[in-house]
Structure formats: C-alpha cells, structure tokens
C-alpha cells in the first residue's frame, strides 16, 4: 500500500489530452514539492515534472503538473504512442522523514 | 554530461549481504544530496534512503532501518549501499539517484544494479 495514491491505469487515443492524479495528505503532498516519473519498459525513471510544476530541460510543454491542496495531478496533452509508460509521482513525506512515491499508473494509448 | 554508474549487484542468499556502489561522475559530487531508490520486478518505484552532501543528514525507509547503511566518499565521488540480512523481499534493482539542481525531483538516476537474493 504506497503512502500516495494513483490510478492503476488510464487510456486514451492518440492526440488526446490524458490527466493522472496523485492523492496524499498534509504531511506529503500538502507540505511539500511535487515531482513526476515517467518509466518506460526496462529503463530508469525519468524526471518529467519537478517542483509541482516546472518542467527539466529537454522535456516538452505537452508534459505538465499542478498541486492543489493534498493533490497533485500530471497533465499529458497530445498524446503519441510514445507515451505509453508507467507515470509516478513522488513527494517528501516530512512525518515519516522519507521519500515517498505513488504505485504508479500505466498510461495506454488506444 | 552527469553519469551515474550502479555496480556490486547479483544472487546473494537470504541472510546475506552485499555492497552496492555508484560511481558518479560530471558533477561536483559533494554539492548534492544522493539516494538509493529500487523496483522489485513488476513492482512500483521504493526511494530506501538518502545521504546529505557531507553525510550529516541520512534517512531510511522502514523497510531497510537497521538492516542497510548508506554511505558516501566525496574523494572518490562514489555512494555506496551496505545491505545485510537480506530477504526475497529485497529482491529488486537498486538505481543511484541525485536531485536536479535548485529544485526537488530525482533528476539524474543509475542504470541501475540488479540483486536477486534467492537460495
């Protein structure tokens, strides 16, 4: 049982717009900065979003964050094949002194 | 171009132990807080523990508390993860990981360094 709280899975067509949500509470997500993962097969996670929402160097504006309250979401718009990946988000939990992620979702695109 | 290169990874029988080191490279490595973070197979993301630049700061996940220890030799600008007393449930690969710079989000990571404990 991870400490946040994702989808299992979303889908959506290619071109269309896709959200991810992340649940937690005060002392995560509600306390601190909001980062989001993107794992493709077999290779390490990426960093997508860092910050709630900035986004690093190279990844594209089609890849964005928010947070609001004790949640977060990921926001993917123009979806491609490409995409299909598992998404995490991740947060410092300051109760438990600890990094925390979500269980992750796996994104399909139909 | 930061390199972080995972090493010391492979089948260990339970109760055993193994050392894992990161090699890190392209970076002022004593500027920046490092982590372990690991995936069992088919499994989500776990962070297991953190170390601050000068090794003043280290944090554990319940998981791990008392049975791995963190550390990290700036000369060498290599981390380093100590796992005893291991179990099938620490049955993952292990990835070094650094925060980007100025903000929060694990930025840089390993390619990652797989231990199977398995008799």
């Known amino acids: 049982q991870s400490v946040l709280t994702q989808p299992p899975s979303v889908s959506a067509a290619p071109g269309q717009w896709v959200t991810i949500s992340c649940s937690g509470s005060r002392s995560n997500i509600g306390d601190n900065y909001v980062s989001w993962y993107q794992q493709l097969p077999g290779t390490a996670p990426q960093l997508l979003i860092y910050?709630?929402?900035k986004r690093p160097s190279g990844i594209p504006d089609r890849f964005s964050g928010s947070k609001s309250g004790t949640s977060a979401t990921l926001g993917i718009t123009g979806l491609q094949t490409g995409d299909e990946a598992d998404y995490y988000c991740?947060?410092?939990?300051?109760?438990?002194?600890?990094?925390?992620f979500g269980g992750g979702t796996k994104l399909t695109v139909l | 171009e930061v390199q972080l290169v995972e090493s010391g990874g492979g089948l260990v029988q339970p109760g055993g132990s193994l050392r894992l080191s990161c090699a890190a490279s392209g970076f002022t490595f004593s500027s920046y807080t490092m982590n372990w973070v690991r995936q069992a197979p088919g499994k989500g993301l776990e962070w297991i523990s953190s170390v601050s630049r000068s090794s003043t700061n280290i944090h554990y996940a319940n998981s791990v508390r008392g049975r791995f220890t963190v550390s990290r030799d700036n000369a060498k600008t290599s981390l380093y993860l100590q796992m005893n007393s291991l179990t099938a449930d620490d049955t993952a690969v292990y990835y070094c990981?650094?925060?980007?710079?100025?903000?929060?989000?694990?930025?840089?990571w390993g390619q990652g360094a797989l231990v199977t404990v398995s008799s």
């Open positions: 990981a650094r925060d980007i710079t100025g903000g929060n989000g694990f930025h840089h």
């Open positions: 991740g947060t410092w939990d300051s109760s438990l002194s600890a990094v925390v």
């Open positions: 910050d709630n929402n």
